[in-house]
């Protein structure tokens, strides 16, 4: 899941808020440090809401915090967050889609590594769309 982070640059190092995640902060001496992090701070803080009870928080685009005066001097990126390990065990389901579209899906995996294979394209897919609903 991608979420946009705010980076800071302070007098040692980097200090980066996540605007989607309430009460998610993290920080670094580089800049790559501080994203990497970012992503941890993100993945455990997103574990402890859901034990809480809380819903997965909603990634906005980036957009919305490019220009917004809060962030004006700071760097606005996005992280790739991997939250499939929250969402439980994995099921097989049997699904039927036409011989092209399937044919298009494998070609893209193939060329996209970030996804490991048709199952979590399909999966990473299905949960983005539902959290941007």
């Known amino acids: 899941m ?5 980076i800071e ?6 200090v980066v808020s996540v605007p989607d995640v309430p009460g998610c902060f993290s920080a670094g001496d580089t800049l790559s440090e501080a994203m990497l992090n970012t992503k941890e701070a993100i993945a455990f803080h997103i574990e402890g809401m859901l034990e809480d009870g809380e819903e ?3 990634a906005h685009p980036i957009e919305q915090y490019i220009n917004h005066p809060e962030y004006k001097d700071f760097i606005v990126t996005v992280v790739d967050v991997d939250l499939s390990h929250l969402m439980g065990k994995a099921e ?4 039927t889609v036409p ?14 590594p ?5 199952s979590n394209f399909l999966a ?8 941007s609903a």
């Not at 991608?2 to 705010?6: A, Q, S, V």
């Open 114 to 118: 970030e996804y490991k294979n048709r």
């Open 92 to 95: 097989k389901i049997n699904i």
């Open 56 to 58: 997965l928080p909603k």
């Open 2 to 6: 991608l979420y946009p982070i705010c």
């Open 99 to 112: 011989s092209l579209l399937l044919h298009r899906i494998d070609q893209f995996v193939a060329t996209h």
């Open 124 to 131: 990473q897919l299905a949960t983005n769309k539902l959290l």
């Open 9 to 14: 640059k302070v007098s040692d190092g980097y």
